[in-house]
């Protein structure tokens, strides 16, 4: 069992979408840009895979040090910025999905396929269990509710396939179908 370790990051040109997508204001964009810079040391962004069935079964983390950050903010009462903290493990997430599609490419020579997450109707939360046992792994653990341990840790399943496919784009895929980001998409 062996993390894979991965080099995640925000374009920071790209700003402006992601005031636009997280429903912030312009004169929030200097303490969304020092957050990101500061938290940027404290990512240990890595991954585990195991193939079952021609699927890949995946935990992926921003590791415990992004918890630990973040919840100092929170415990200083400070919410807005814990919440834009929150915002930008969401996007060094979806950088680290690039990441582990072309490692798992590079590793087994099949292309991922769409992700279903755990908590999915395809992949109901109480299958936690019993996926994080077939990962065999002791790096995030779950609690009795389920949610992963550290946090921003997020587990999923995806079929490996022969030809590459187009994924669904974020706001597609997204069940919050009256936001202003999905709207202008």
Known sequence: MNF???KVSL????ISDFIRRYHFEEKDKNDILRLYRQIGPRVHAEFHYVI???RAI????LGQAFDEYQESLLSKGDIHRGYMLDCIGLE?????YDEIDREIYERTGKYVGNYTFAGDNDLPVA???RLMNLLGQKVISYNEAYALIPKKSVLFMAPLLADKIHKN????SCSNTK???RQSA
Do not use: F
Not at 11 to 14: A, L, S, Y
Not at 92 to 96: K, N, V
């Open 52 to 54: 079952d069935d021609d």
């Open 4 to 6: 894979i370790p991965l």
């Open 11 to 14: 374009d920071e040109g790209c």
């Open 92 to 96: 060094l997430l979806w950088a680290a």
């Open 179 to 181: 936001c202003a980001m």
């Open 127 to 129: 299958e936690v269990p």
């Open 169 to 172: 784009a974020r706001c597609a």
């Open 58 to 61: 995946v935990i992926v983390t």
